[in-house]
């Protein structure tokens, strides 16, 4: 994807991919580590004859400082995805939404700090409105807490600070490495962290059925290879909070498409939270103009 697109029209058509997610993992009905490790693994499947092709040059030349930022950026995005993915196992997906968007408040302090990154008045507000909108989203939900909603909810609470520490990382990195051959170390590295998990915790990496295999090639493809990919693309040309941002549109489709896909019917919290996070997004998109 050349620098012609505009990133901000890029960012929303990989939040687009993205919120198919949470259909796919749930309709898969594969455990954590194995959705996961899949997901990267065709990922990966996907984006390496494309590096082998277009991008090896690049890829041989990566040196090792920034191999080993990587590789620690691949372990974030591991753990984010296990921690999401397990994060559903004990609580809605809406409620895992609405801790996921905190994301954006830990990317802003995370890139204020460490990135210089100044973020205006209207990115705080639509910053602020996201985030109030994700925990309407998770409000009904939120509301009744048992023992098993409070663990996922803490799942998806680790899930938020795991990504925000792969993007704010990511985008360093991004400003000194191309596109195909970063995605390439990171999704390697972070599948290798799912593998590692899984075989300490006793968990066989085998898919049950042609179902579950279909599932995961889509989770693996459209939303981690393009979906996040396009997000990793982005990086390089905004700011990492604006990134983080557009994500949170992901949630709110991902309970649009399990209620038209899985019959999970959407509460009136999903709704009005929704909308919110929306009007926070469009917000602080428009009003960061900061490029790289």
Known sequence: MRRTVNPRVA????????????????ASGEPAFVTAFYRLFFAVVFIF???AVRGWRQFKAIQKSHLRWCLLIGVFFGLHLVTYIASLDYTSVASAG??????????AVGASIFLQEKVGLKV????????VGGLVVGGGD???????????????????????LYFVTGRALRQHL???PYLLVVYTSSMMVVAVLSFAFGIPLTIASPKSLACLLGLG????????????????YVKAST???????????????????LGQVPAMTAIIGGIIVIIGTVLATESDHTEA
């Open 11 to 26: 960012l929303w058509f990989g939040a687009f991919c993205t919120s198919f997610a949470a259909t796919f993992i749930i």
């Open 49 to 51: 004859p494309v590096v």
């Open 98 to 107: 609405a801790f996921a968007s905190l994301q954006p408040v830990f990317v």
């Open 124 to 131: 705080k507000l639509g910053i602020a409105l996201a985030v």
């Open 142 to 164: 939120l509301l009744a807490v048992t023992k098993t909603a409070f663990f996922g909810d803490l799942l998806a609470l680790l899930c938020a600070l795991m990504i925000s």
């Open 178 to 180: 191309d596109l195909l």
């Open 221 to 236: 493809l459209i939303s981690t290879a393009l979906g996040h990919g396009i997000f990793n693309w982005g990086l390089k």
């Open 243 to 261: 990134v983080s941002l557009v994500m949170l549109a992901s949630p709110v489709a991902e309970t649009v498409w399990v209620y038209f896909f």
